[in-house]
């Protein structure tokens, strides 16, 4: 008891971190109890000097972090938890506070009972507006903490030879509760360096918590960040690039198929009026979200999708656009006819009705750009042969009635006499779509080990 006393007067008054160190060695060795390092801090903890009560939380709080995780019973860690959560309360002490309930939630010791108790604790005192931002992180890093260890009862955990199980209802059971408050502490976040973690925390929500009756919420929270515009300073102080937090919002979005109808108009606004770089963001974040919004969804969204993706084909701002805009338009045939499971295998003998097979957009893109190359020599016939090639590396039944329309027309092209003048750009629109047909068999066959299927132009030799 003597030892921590004055362990505990030495760094209250120097705030080294020997004593800290000293103390955590302490109790690790069984010289010091917990209990009196508590006991030594009892005057500065109930101190009416917001400064002493300050550091006499800070102390309790950095020794908890430095003491071996079997230190800790689940009785000590009980009365920690609780006395920290009171701690909130103050707002002198709420930043040692956190600190300490950091440290006590990756003990095995602490379980999903304590977890609900520091997370309504938080709800309730915490306002994040009032924090900087290092302070903003060490709450994001509980709540991440205790999403990793605690989102679900059942789980167990080591202390030492000791099995401890953890059948108290977790995180999820909270529901709504723990979904609200979580959106009332990240609301307004707007350093890098927090947003990463926050973004990870809902991506995990949205995956796996009942979100529907709060779907508008956490679009709110999410949405509002894109597209990303961040850009680190010189010196970088931040560790984190622009990149990251694309990739962090790109999978949020894409984490539940509830934001569909959310996000889809607002995708759209961006990609009419944005800047070419949040045309590309928004092209590459419609590919990740559209297979999650499903074939249903896509189906709906159709016309409007593809009367955007074209006009960034047709009229493209820049090469790069253009080629995100194709893949982009391939992801949105492969959502909508993700059902087609036809066997590459199976060709039709008559090609020229396979047209039976498709409808819906993939019929009436087809048709536009067969109208466009009628006029190959024009402008538009090369974008418009490269959304054929690109349907060709999307399902089974879109290439072959992507083939079936096109290489006919081609073809009766070529041969017309009244088009000899153009028979060089329809053998280059022809070659090109040839090639496409090679490669996505390459790609449909690779790895395969049943009977390699027939060359998708072998009705047409």
Not at 237 to 263: E, H, I, Q, W
Not at 381 to 402: E, R
Not at 412 to 440: H, Q
Request: a negative charge; charged letters at 25%; one cysteine or more.
């Amino acid at each position: 008891m003597e030892a921590a006393e004055r362990l505990a007067r030495t760094w209250v008054a120097s705030q080294r971190d020997k004593e800290v160190e000293d103390t955590a060695a302490g109790i690790a060795s069984g010289e010091i109890k917990l209990l009196h390092v508590v006991q030594a801090l009892g005057e500065y903890l109930t101190s009416e000097e917001d400064d002493l009560r300050n550091k006499g939380v800070e102390f309790l709080a950095a020794v908890v972090s430095k003491c071996p995780p079997d230190k800790f019973s689940r009785q000590s860690v009980n009365v920690l938890v609780s006395f920290f959560t009171s701690k909130l309360e103050d707002t002198e002490t709420i930043i040692p506070a956190l600190k300490g309930l950091l440290g006590l939630t990756s003990l095995p010791s602490f379980n999903s009972e304590d977890a609900e108790k520091v997370v309504k604790a938080l709800f309730a005192h915490v306002k994040m507006k009032a924090l900087v931002q290092a302070q903003r992180f060490i709450v994001f890093s509980i709540v991440d903490s205790l999403m990793a260890r605690h989102r679900e009862g059942g789980a167990f955990s080591f202390l030492g030879n000791i099995v401890i199980i953890d059948d108290h209802p977790a995180l999820k059971k909270m529901g709504t509760e723990f979904i609200s408050g979580y959106v009332n502490l990240a609301d307004g976040e707007k350093d890098p360096r927090n947003l990463l973690v926050g973004f990870a925390i809902s991506c995990v929500i949205l995956v796996e918590f009942d979100v529907k009756s709060k779907i508008e919420d956490m679009f709110n929270i999410t949405f509002c960040y894109f597209p990303i515009t961040f850009k680190p300073p010189p010196d970088d102080p931040y560790g984190v690039t622009s990149d990251d937090l694309k990739t962090a919002l790109r999978n949020c979005l894409a984490s539940t198929p509830l934001f569909g109808n959310l996000a889809i108009p607002l995708f759209l606004e961006k990609l009419n009026a944005g800047a070419p770089s949040t045309k590309r963001d928004t092209l590459r974040t419609l590919s990740a979200c559209l297979p999650v919004y499903g074939s249903a969804f896509a189906r709906t969204s159709a016309r409007k999708l593809w009367s955007s993706l074209k006009l960034e084909i047709f009229q493209p701002t820049d090469p790069i656009t253009e080629e995100e805009a194709l893949k982009t338009t391939q992801v949105l045939i492969k959502t909508i006819y993700a059902d087609d499971h036809a066997a590459d295998g199976h060709t039709e003998t008559e090609a020229t009705n396979e047209d039976t097979d498709i409808q819906g957009l993939a019929k009436d893109a087809c048709e536009e750009c067969i109208v466009i190359l009628k006029e190959p020599e024009k402008s538009q016939a090369k974008p418009a042969i490269k959304v054929l090639c690109a349907f060709m590396s999307t399902t089974p039944s879109v290439s072959k009635y992507t083939l079936a329309q096109a290489v006919p027309h081609l073809i009766k092209l070529f041969l017309n006499p009244d088009e000899r003048a153009n028979r060089g750009p329809v053998l280059a629109l022809l070659a090109a779509l040839i090639a496409a047909a090679r490669d996505s068999a390459l790609l449909t066959g690779a790895g395969a080990t049943d009977t390699p299927a027939p060359p998708p132009l072998l009705p047409y030799k």
